[in-house]
């Protein structure tokens, strides 16, 4: 349940994200992507050779690639698997546990607030690379609730 670092959007790809997103592309769209990449490629070597221009080609190259490199992450990037964090809340041993991860007693403030306008909600314990949860955002009133009740001396700050 715990999840360390929010994946916003716009992270580095990766292969595994890379080959997931060509496996999800349909044929068609497959077909259209390797086609306007070789159009566009060879209009550039064209264009570069035409100019004496090495400096075009390596940047029609570099923008072929990284426009590719693109598509092919945003469709393979993972989908989120969001879990009930309210079902993962508890007290244990006087103490507060969110999944198998006990807060610590130096946790003075957390930050509840969703990630856009549509959801997800997320946790964040409050200091620089703090530890940060996603949960759907129906369960954002009841989260806030149990920490009222049950940690009161943890100040919530709403985003």
């Given amino acids: 349940m715990q999840k360390p670092q929010i994946h916003w959007r716009y992270q580095n790809p990766s292969r595994s994200s890379l080959k997931r997103g060509w496996t999800q592309l349909s044929r068609n769209i497959k ?67 969110i999944g198998d991860y006990p807060l610590p007693d130096t946790v003075r403030k957390v930050v509840i607030g969703r990630v856009d306008i549509q959801g997800p909600a997320f946790l964040q314990l409050a200091w620089n690379q703090g530890h940060q949860w996603l949960f759907p955002l129906e369960e954002l009133q009841q989260v806030r609730h149990f920490f009222r009740e049950y940690a009161p001396q943890i100040e919530i700050v709403n985003e």
């Fill in 31 to 97: 077909l259209a992507l390797i086609t306007f990449s070789l159009v566009y490629l060879t209009f550039s070597i064209y264009a570069s050779l035409k100019q004496q221009s090495a400096f075009s080609l390596v940047f029609c190259l570099l923008s072929t690639s990284s426009l590719t490199l693109s598509i092919l992450h945003i469709n393979g990037a993972p989908k989120a698997q969001l879990v009930s964090l309210i079902k993962e809340l508890k007290i244990k041993d006087g103490s507060l546990w």
